[in-house]
Nanobody, 125 residues
Framework: VQLQASGGGLVQAGGSLRLSCTGS????????VGWFRQTRGKDREFVGG????????DYVDAVKGRFTISRDNAKNTVYLQMDSLKPEDTAVYYC???????????????????WGQGTLVTVSS
């Protein structure tokens, strides 16, 4: 599946942004989708993910309670709602997909096969 992430931008600390990950084709609902982020000089970090049905979620501890993933398979889109943003959330955010069994949410970079281009999120202090 081809994925496209969008919605990044500049926001002040404490603010919110919503990222979107839109997939092509009719098989999007067969894919678990994850969000990752990367800052310069660091490895790509798992942020959160959702299973193909949009009912099972996993988040990294650093974003629990602040970030929320939702999914609309009718629109081939997964959202990452980011609230209470902090300067340390500044990164390029990527979405990724993996054709998966119903309950599976991969949490590692290697667990995904399809990647969208990144979208930059900058949180100013």
């Amino acid at each position: 599946v081809q994925l496209q992430a969008s919605g990044g931008g500049l926001v002040q600390a404490g603010g919110s942004l919503r990222l979107s990950c839109t997939g092509s084709g009719s098989t999007f609902s067969s894919y678990a989708v994850g969000w990752f982020r990367q800052t310069r000089g660091k490895d790509r970090e798992f942020v959160g993910g959702v299973n193909r049905a949009g009912r099972i979620f996993d988040y990294v501890d650093a974003v629990k309670g602040r970030f929320t993933i939702s999914r609309d398979n009718a629109k081939n889109t997964v959202y990452l709602q980011m609230d209470s943003l902090k300067p340390e959330d500044t990164a390029v955010y990527y979405c990724a997909g993996k054709r998966a069994i119903l309950s599976h949410v991969p949490t590692t970079e290697g667990g995904y096969t399809d990647w969208g281009q990144g979208t930059l999120v900058t949180v100013s202090s």
